[in-house]
């Protein structure tokens, strides 16, 4: 189904603890998004039009990306990024929220949620990564430290030209998607991307899964190349509270943006759930 993509233009664009964040004004438990490795906060803008008009939304560029300031650490880890979501909630004085992490996104999440249980009512991991296991300064995994040879040795550009296309299930149908995935990889920057494959690299996504008390849904698309259903569906055998699996038909790994009507309800029936108990 042919969605129109929107843009952040409509989002109201602000920055607090050092990172930047597009945020739709609603109601009730704010939902927060957290992208994937290859995309930013205005990934999300498809998913969050999508999504019921009346619902408060934030989705974050990590640490690194767009205008938030990168870590600290030069080999960070998923805790890392968890704490820095939790600086950013706290400066936006939000104590709990529904969490929903997109690719390397969900390593953030469940970090988050496994560490801070008490701040997240409900959780979304969509088209998950499961991370290395790598021990922080180990040497990473071919598979891994290819994608900082390829964006050092290609440029963003052309890295994200190169790639994008795999991002999507159908490519020749979506072009608007892969246009839209192809322009937000361009624009990671070299020392913020890289800081986010080592963070890829030592990722334990199950080890935090066991540990999550919020209940959880897992989404995945059934052309998934990067995270494929597969590795969603140990994702979901490793929850400690499970609420729902979900295989999108014909859509790949950008799922926010390519099927955003389709995922857009799995969300909302999450928050809802949570909300009414």
Known sequence: MMTTLTTAAELEHGRAAGIGYLRRRGRGTTLVLLHGIGSNAASFSALVAALAP???????????????VPLAIAQPTSR?????L???????????????????????????????PDRVSALALISPSLGHGVQP??????????????????????????????????????????????????SVKL???????????????????????APSIVAVGSRDQITPPGNARE?????????GFHEILGAGHALPQ??????APLLMSLVARVAHG
């Not at 600086?87 to 801070?116: E, K, M």
């Not at 890829?200 to 008390?213: F, H, P």
């Not at 994702?235 to 609420?243: C, F, M, Q, R």
């Open 54 to 68: 009346t619902m408060e939304v934030i989705a974050w560029d990590a640490p690194g990306y767009a205008d938030s």
């Open 80 to 84: 890392d990024y968890a704490a820095a």
């Open 86 to 116: 939790v600086r950013l909630l706290d400066a936006l004085g939000l104590s709990c929220i529904s969490l929903a992490g997109h690719s390397l996104g969900t390593l953030f999440a469940a970090s988050f949620a496994a560490n801070y």
């Open 137 to 186: 300064g180990a040497v990473l995994p071919p598979s891994v430290q290819s994608r900082i040879d390829d964006i050092v040795d290609l440029g963003p550009a052309e890295f994200a030209k190169r790639r994008a296309p795999r991002l999507v299930g159908d490519p020749t149908e979506r072009p608007d998607v892969v246009a839209a995935v192809e322009a937000a990889m361009a």
């Open 191 to 213: 020392d913020g991307y890289i800081q986010a494959v080592h963070a890829l690299g030592a990722g334990r996504l199950l080890d935090d899964a066991r540990r999550i008390a």
């Open 235 to 243: 994702a979901y055998a490793a929850l400690a509270n499970p609420a």
């Open 258 to 263: 390519e099927q955003p009507s389709a995922l």
